[in-house]
């Protein structure tokens, strides 16, 4: 049921919450000029709730210089592409990018709206889901219907359980985790056409002074055919020790971590794993107590053979290892190592 509870930012007010809405909105990203990975993957999402419950699927894009990715998405999906293009975004702005959503959104009638869970979607989507007074569901990395009712999937607690949401407002907000739907591969036949909105709007709540480009992604673990990565469960920093012992077994290989350990300062974040780290793809990512939480599988999961070694038996990072050991690593890497020594 609709609640009646007043928004505080719902600038909107009540007449877009009366409105009819029949549209899937993505919120498109770039990579560079062309269309990100995620922005696909939301397309994925999308024709799994029209299946469900018939409705259009829109894109918008906002940003500067967005010509060039609106019609790459165009031209892959064959469908229309509004993009906004504002020079005020010239250095990415929060308040601003969320003005122009809100002043974009209600003409392309949304019931819902997609994101990435990405660190764009993860800044937007909360505050975008509060002006709009919709419902908001983040993480979602699946989608079934129930009695015909849309049911979001996300997981909590490092993995170990697995939420179903359903939407209870008339608008909802979405963000899908990386990697979990998969992009459609099918060529289009028409070429979809792009719509061009220029923008001048600058939020007067706040000003981007620069951007700072985080380092690079450390060479070392793009190009090692074997990843040894250590997580919380390792207990303490002297045991990076026997990590790097590990590792020095296998050519070609590099050490990383999870982010709790960089978070520590144990290791440098340009080798931390994950959402909102590297994404690798070696021969074999070895896994030593990692719980497997998504943020932390979605950078490791196309990783050719995965070991993990854990305390525990139920951890989420044996749903996606080749071979799983249970238990406890100050135990098995040494014998490991051992057993290597006499190979
Ligand atoms: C927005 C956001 C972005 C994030 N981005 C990332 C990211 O990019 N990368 C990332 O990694 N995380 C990320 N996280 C954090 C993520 O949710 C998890 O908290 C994190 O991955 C957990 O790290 P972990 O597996 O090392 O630790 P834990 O979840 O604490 O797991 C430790 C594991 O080690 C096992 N263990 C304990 N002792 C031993 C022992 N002696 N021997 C063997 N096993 C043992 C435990 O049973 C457990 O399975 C993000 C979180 C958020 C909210």
């Given at each position: 049921?609709?609640?009646?509870?007043?928004?505080?930012?719902?600038?909107?007010?009540?007449?877009?919450?009366?409105?009819?809405?029949?549209?899937?909105?993505?919120?498109?990203?770039?990579?560079?000029?062309?269309?990100?990975?995620?922005?696909?993957?939301?397309?994925?999402?999308?024709?799994?709730?029209?299946?469900?419950?018939?409705?259009?699927?829109?894109?918008?894009?906002?940003?500067?210089?967005?010509?060039?990715?609106?019609?790459?998405?165009?031209?892959?999906?064959?469908?229309?592409?509004?993009?906004?293009?504002?020079?005020?975004?010239?250095?990415?702005?929060?308040?601003?990018?969320?003005?122009?959503?809100?002043?974009?959104?209600?003409?392309?009638?949304?019931?819902?709206?997609?994101?990435?869970?990405?660190?764009?979607?993860?800044?937007?989507?909360?505050?975008?889901?509060?002006?709009?007074?919709?419902?908001?569901?983040?993480?979602?990395?699946?989608?079934?219907?129930?009695?015909?009712?849309?049911?979001?999937?996300?997981?909590?607690?490092?993995?170990?359980?697995?939420?179903?949401?359903?939407?209870?407002?008339?608008?909802?907000?979405?963000?899908?985790?990386?990697?979990?739907?998969?992009?459609?591969?099918?060529?289009?036949?028409?070429?979809?056409?792009?719509?061009?909105?220029?923008?001048?709007?600058?939020?007067?709540?706040?000003?981007?002074?620069?951007?700072?480009?985080?380092?690079?992604?450390?060479?070392?673990?793009?190009?090692?055919?074997?990843?040894?990565?250590?997580?919380?469960?390792?207990?303490?920093?002297?045991?990076?020790?026997?990590?790097?012992?590990?590792?020095?077994?296998?050519?070609?290989?590099?050490?990383?971590?999870?982010?709790?350990?960089?978070?520590q300062g144990w290791m440098?974040?340009?080798?931390?794993?994950?959402?909102?780290?590297?994404?690798?793809?070696?021969?074999?990512?070895?896994?030593?107590?990692?719980?497997?939480?998504?943020?932390?599988?979605?950078?490791m999961q196309g990783s050719?053979?995965?070991?993990?070694?854990?305390?525990?038996?139920?951890?989420?990072?044996?749903?996606?290892?080749?071979?799983?050991?249970?238990?406890?690593?100050?135990?098995?890497?040494?014998?490991?190592?051992?057993?290597?020594?006499?190979?």
């Amino acid at each position: 049921m609709e609640s009646s509870r007043k928004w505080p930012f719902c600038e909107q007010g009540t007449e877009f919450m009366k409105k009819t809405r029949d549209a899937v909105v993505i919120i498109a990203e770039a990579q560079g000029d062309e269309t990100a990975p995620i922005t696909l993957e939301l397309l994925a999402l999308a024709r799994e709730i029209q299946l469900a419950q018939p409705c259009k699927i829109r894109f918008l894009m906002v940003g500067h210089g967005t010509e060039a990715t609106a019609r790459d998405l165009a031209r892959r999906t064959g469908r229309e592409v509004v993009a906004v293009e504002a020079e005020t975004l010239r250095d990415y702005n929060t308040e601003t990018c969320l003005e122009i959503l809100q002043e974009h959104l209600p003409g392309l009638s949304p019931r819902f709206v997609l994101m990435g869970q990405t660190p764009r979607g993860m800044d937007l989507a909360p505050r975008l889901a509060v002006r709009l007074g919709a419902g908001c569901i983040t993480g979602v990395d699946a989608l079934c219907v129930e009695e015909g009712e849309l049911r979001f999937s996300r997981t909590a607690f490092g993995g170990k359980i697995s939420l179903q949401m359903a939407p209870a407002r008339s608008i909802t907000v979405v963000t899908a985790t990386p990697g979990a739907f998969t992009a459609p591969q099918e060529s289009v036949s028409s070429q979809g056409t792009v719509r061009l909105v220029s923008s001048a709007r600058r939020s007067a709540r706040s000003r981007t002074l620069g951007i700072i480009e985080a380092p690079r992604q450390e060479r070392g673990l793009s190009e090692a055919d074997v990843i040894v990565a250590a997580g919380r469960g390792i207990g303490t920093r002297e045991n990076l020790a026997l990590i790097e012992r590990l590792a020095s077994v296998f050519p070609r290989s590099a050490v990383a971590a999870s982010r709790p350990l960089c978070d520590q300062g144990w290791m440098d974040y340009p080798r931390q794993v994950g959402l909102t780290g590297a994404t690798v793809s070696p021969k074999l990512y070895f896994a030593c107590g990692i719980s497997g939480a998504v943020q932390h599988a979605v950078g490791m999961q196309g990783s050719g053979f995965i070991v993990a070694v854990s305390r525990d038996p139920h951890a989420a990072i044996f749903r996606i290892a080749d071979v799983c050991v249970v238990d406890d690593l100050e135990a098995f890497i040494p014998a490991f190592l051992a057993l290597c020594r006499e190979e």
